[in-house]
């Protein structure tokens, strides 16, 4: 079974500053995904990155990247440029990868960070 | 394009009733899996649907169960509820066959057991 793990129950940030989300797994596969989700005060989860474990490149989307270190089973979120919306809970997740057939549609979610963004 | 919708968004139970929610998924999305949120637990995986058939479920008891209809729209019944009940209840659609699938996710039906 897999697990993840969320260290930081709460963070804080100034606007336009940085901020980096801490997220550890424990797994035996060698094939996966991992997921960043935010969700937002209104509840609705919403995917903001995602990264591959057989891409050594680290993922990016505009402000957020990540920074994913296999070997060590960790896999941070850095968010560049703080802005107000980006206040929210933020989940790490494990997903398998479909190699060993059947379905893989399963989210395995850490606790989460709640982050908040003051101006 | 209409997302994830969940009904009902809130609703009050007591003990030892049972409660149905439902979910409809994007159009076009043949998966629809079901996680409960609850502040001590976080978010765990009940189950997932694919064309109407159960492909994966998580650990919880028989109370929980759900099915899928031809239209792709899921329910989920929680029987003779408890009060550990109590949760955020939230449905995830997906085409259902892209490796990996990214999951879009409802509001969530707020589920209160007294």
């Known amino acids: 079974a897999q697990t993840v793990t969320q260290s930081q129950p709460e963070m804080s940030v100034q606007e336009a500053e940085t901020v980096t989300l801490s997220c550890t797994y424990d797994t035996s596969e060698n094939n996966y995904y991992l997921f960043w989700y935010k969700q937002p005060p209104s509840r609705q989860m919403i995917l903001v990155i995602r990264?591959?474990?057989?891409?050594?490149q680290n993922a990016t989307e505009n402000r957020f990247s990540v920074n994913f270190q296999k070997a060590a089973k960790s896999f941070s979120l850095k968010i560049s440029d703080s802005q107000l919306g980006d206040t929210a809970m933020y989940f790490c997740a494990f997903m398998k990868h479909r190699g060993s057939g059947g379905s893989n549609y399963k989210l395995t979610f850490g606790k989460g960070t709640l982050l908040t963004v003051n101006p | 394009k209409a997302g994830v919708t969940q009904t009902p968004r809130y609703l009050i139970k007591t003990r030892g009733q049972q409660v149905t929610l439902s979910c409809s998924p994007i159009?076009?999305?043949?998966?629809v899996s079901w996680y409960q949120q609850t502040p001590g637990q976080g978010l765990q995986f009940l189950f997932e649907?694919?064309?109407?058939?159960?492909?994966n479920k998580g650990n919880f008891p028989g109370r929980f169960s759900g099915r899928q209809f031809s239209n792709s729209r899921s329910e989920m019944n929680v029987s003779t509820l408890e009060l550990g009940d109590s949760a955020l209840y939230l449905c995830a659609s997906s085409f259902g066959q892209l490796d990996p699938g990214e999951l879009f996710f409802g509001e969530g039906s707020r589920l209160t057991v007294l």
């Open positions: 159009s076009g999305h043949r998966s």
């Open positions: 649907y694919f064309s109407e058939t159960q492909r």
């Open positions: 990264q591959e474990a057989y891409k050594q």
